[in-house]
């Protein structure tokens, strides 16, 4: 198991950038991948982006891409999500995510960061 932990969310008005972090600990060595995910009420939670635990690889939802950058530093176990240009509709609950070697689905969730935008 990983164990996750978020930070950075908070309010900003629209247009503006926040930088959420993830601190991972636990076994990240057998980490293949992390991502994003985000939340509102009375909704399913979303994916936002995914990155492979070596860097290379990365995905984004359509409804980030070219504002939101997901990013890794596996030396220090710290997960990035840089949100710019953020809108209102990006306000909710963002939780990160660990998917282990072998295993088919994220299996580890951090408790989630609250980011609000307003208008």
């Known amino acids: 198991q990983v164990q996750l932990v978020e930070s950075g969310g908070g309010l900003v008005q629209a247009g503006g950038s926040l930088r959420l972090s993830c601190q991972a600990s636990?076994?990240?060595?057998?980490?293949?991948?992390m991502g994003w995910f985000r939340q509102t009420p009375g909704k399913e939670r979303e994916f936002v982006a995914t990155?492979?635990?070596?860097?290379?690889?990365?995905n984004y939802a359509d409804s980030v891409k070219g504002r939101f950058a997901i990013s890794i530093d596996n030396a220090r176990n710290l997960l990035y999500l840089q949100m710019n240009s953020l809108k209102s509709e990006d306000t909710a609950i963002y939780y990160c995510?660990?998917?282990?070697?072998?295993?088919?689905?994220?299996?580890?969730w951090g408790q989630g960061t609250q980011v609000t935008v307003s208008s």
């Open positions: 995510a660990a998917q282990q070697v072998g295993r088919p689905r994220y299996d580890s």
């Open positions: 636990g076994r990240t060595g057998t980490t293949y991948a």
């Open positions: 990155i492979r635990w070596s860097g290379v690889s990365t």
